[in-house]
């Protein structure tokens, strides 16, 4: 049996002697200041288009060419995180499990797959490669000193972002990246074999979701690797810039939009089924602003960028004023706006959103704590979605999208609310559940999703990575350890307070595995950590008090800015 490698993809061409694909952008990549406020991109031919072509070639050049150039990637600065402890038995058992997930495509490490259960009969596509899913997994190979099959994973899946696939003769915006892949085995003539990458962009996926947050998860990546490996040369290729680009002109494009916060459907990340988050979930926020701070950091400023580079920049401060402002509650904003007055009709009204006060649920007022805060799940006409919402609030943290007095009251009520928010198994993905009618109506009834389990209230152990290196990753690290390898590392856990296995988890969840490895090489390499989290940036407040003053003619200043935000 002969295997050839060649990935199901758009077909290279040569157009006048040119060889190109639409990915190889630098010879059809025309920018143009139009009345936008930033760069498009136009690819000639468009997406759907067939070029000009004059020939086809088979394999594809600059993958090719990339494996033949493999380096092994070893940041020298980062030779204390081989170092380091003696792993516990726990720990080489997740390391070896890691290690049999990986996905191989050519011979060469691409990914690991959702979860790797032998005894799973019905893996659904949980044997693909998820955007998502990986990142844990990247971490704990990047934190190892293992750089390759990162660099794998961003230049394969670079390849695949805009496949043209469509739902219902309908293609994804040009930029998409699918929520996951898989690796096929298609047979040719001759009893030859070829592998095939096989992207999802949400046409196979239950409830056809579409993945926004996998261009968010790609970027924060790419950043990450640069930053763990040293090898910058990956995000500087044309290639790479052009798939930020396309990333970014999706996510920057206009819209009917009002606000700065990006518009999505439902299911649109982590929680990827019905589980009332369109609109402006909180997710989907702190992902964006991470991953437009990672392309400020990573875009080659040239002629071509400066206009895209500007809009980043206008939208990172733009963001983070809305979020610090209209997410966050605390039990002063809380009684606010217990007593909001409403239907004010006016630029200066108080309550801007028009907010019934009756919408403050009863759990809230009596678990709110003294000490602390979070920010609230979504934000809608007249609609506060006043849920915790695990992963948007640890990356608001991460991200520095809230003020530095803010991430340490979203950490004083994860402490303050240790028994919900952790309980016997960390960490709820939100808090609380939905129940009875709530449930029926906004879960569409989804039997997978009741309450206290699944994306419903259930507690994800993947989540505890995102902890960061804060003094509770610790405590809520060391509760996980003594039950994720003796339950077989499920995906999620039930009950109000994650006391048992979830009813439909999967068993061996990659990154369950994945992401208590990462979490604990975080604890240990401190200075890793640091790599990867942002301080406050000063620079994007000036701008956004500036923004906010002209129309008022206040003068701009930093300590103005400090000052009013919220610091
Ligand atoms: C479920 C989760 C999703 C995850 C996928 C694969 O659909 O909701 O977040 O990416 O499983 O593990």
Same mark, same amino acid.
Request: glycine share 6%; hydrophobic share 40%; with cysteine.
């Given at each position: ?61 600059? /993958? !090719?060419? %990339? ?5 092994? +990637?070893?940041? &020298? ?6 170092? $380091? ?100 085995? /298609? !047979?040719? %003539? ?5 592998? +095939?990458?096989? &992207? ?6 239950? $409830? ?100 895209? /580079? ?258």
């Amino acid at each position: 049996m002969l295997a050839t490698c060649q990935t199901n993809k758009r077909p290279h061409y040569v157009i006048a002697g040119v060889p190109s694909n639409i990915k190889n952008f630098s010879t059809f990549v025309e920018t143009s200041v139009s009345d936008k406020n930033f760069e498009r991109i136009y690819v000639q031919g468009g997406l759907n288009v067939k070029p000009l072509a004059v020939e086809k070639i088979d394999l594809d050049e600059g /993958v !090719a060419k %990339d494996q033949e150039d493999r380096i092994k +990637v070893e940041n &020298p600065e980062n030779e204390s995180v081989k170092v $380091g402890k003696e792993e516990s038995e726990v720990e080489k058992e997740a390391w070896r499990l890691l290690r049999n997930a990986v996905v191989t495509y050519c011979g060469s490490p691409v990914g690991t797959v959702a979860a790797n259960d032998p005894n799973d009969k019905l893996p659904l596509n949980y044997d693909q490669v998820f955007i998502r899913d990986f990142v844990p997994s990247a971490f704990a190979f990047l934190l190892k000193g293992e750089g390759e099959i990162v660099r794998n994973f961003l230049l394969h899946t670079l390849q695949l972002q805009s496949w043209e696939k469509t739902v219902d003769c309908y293609s994804p915006g040009q930029g998409l990246m699918p929520a996951s892949f898989k690796v096929r085995t /298609v !047979a040719l %003539d001759d009893n030859k074999f070829e592998e +095939v990458l096989d &992207p999802d962009f949400g046409e196979s996926a239950i $409830g056809r979701v579409a993945p926004v947050d996998s261009g968010l998860w790609w970027i924060i990546l790419l950043r990450a690797y640069g930053k763990l490996t040293g090898d910058y040369a990956l995000q500087e290729r044309v290639d790479v810039q052009t798939g930020i680009k396309l990333i970014l002109n999706l996510c920057l494009s206009d819209g009917f939009d009002m606000f700065p916060s990006l518009l999505v459907t439902d299911g649109s990340c982590m929680i990827d089924r019905r589980m009332g988050i369109h609109g402006h979930p909180l997710e989907i926020q702190a992902l964006f602003y991470s991953a437009l701070r990672c392309s400020r950091e990573m875009l080659a400023l040239d002629d071509g960028s400066k206009n895209l /580079v500007r809009a980043v920049n206008n939208r990172l401060s733009a963001l983070s004023f809305h979020i610090r402002e209209y997410y966050w509650v605390d039990l002063k904003k809380i009684n606010e706006i217990y007593r909001y007055k409403t239907e004010e009709y006016s630029t200066e009204a108080t309550n801007k959103f028009n907010i019934y006060p009756e919408q403050i649920s009863g759990w809230l007022m009596h678990w709110i704590p003294e000490e602390g805060g979070y920010f609230i799940g979504n934000l809608q006409p007249a609609h506060m979605d006043f849920r915790f919402f695990t992963l948007g609030n640890l990356w608001s943290i991460v991200s520095s999208l809230g003020t530095p007095k803010q991430n340490e009251g979203i950490l004083n009520l994860i402490e303050a609310k240790w028994d919900d928010l952790i309980g016997q198994m960390p960490l709820k993905i939100c808090y609380p559940a939905l129940e009875s009618e709530e449930w029926r109506i906004i879960t569409g009834s989804d039997p997978k999703n009741t309450p206290w389990s699944y994306h419903n209230g259930g507690s994800w152990p993947t989540l505890l990575w995102q902890m960061g290196r804060n003094d509770l990753a610790k405590k809520a690290i060391d509760s996980a350890e003594k039950r994720l390898h003796v339950d077989r590392w499920p995906e999620y856990y039930d009950t109000r307070n994650g006391k048992f296995i979830g009813k439909q988890a999967r068993l061996y969840q990659t990154w369950s595995i994945a992401g208590f490895l990462t979490s604990k090489m975080l604890l240990e390499n401190q200075e890793m950590a640091s790599l990867l989290f942002w301080e406050e940036d000063y620079d994007l407040l000036e701008n956004c008090v500036c923004a906010l003053s002209n129309s008022s003619r206040k003068k701009c200043s930093r300590r103005l800015a400090k000052s009013q935000i919220l610091v």
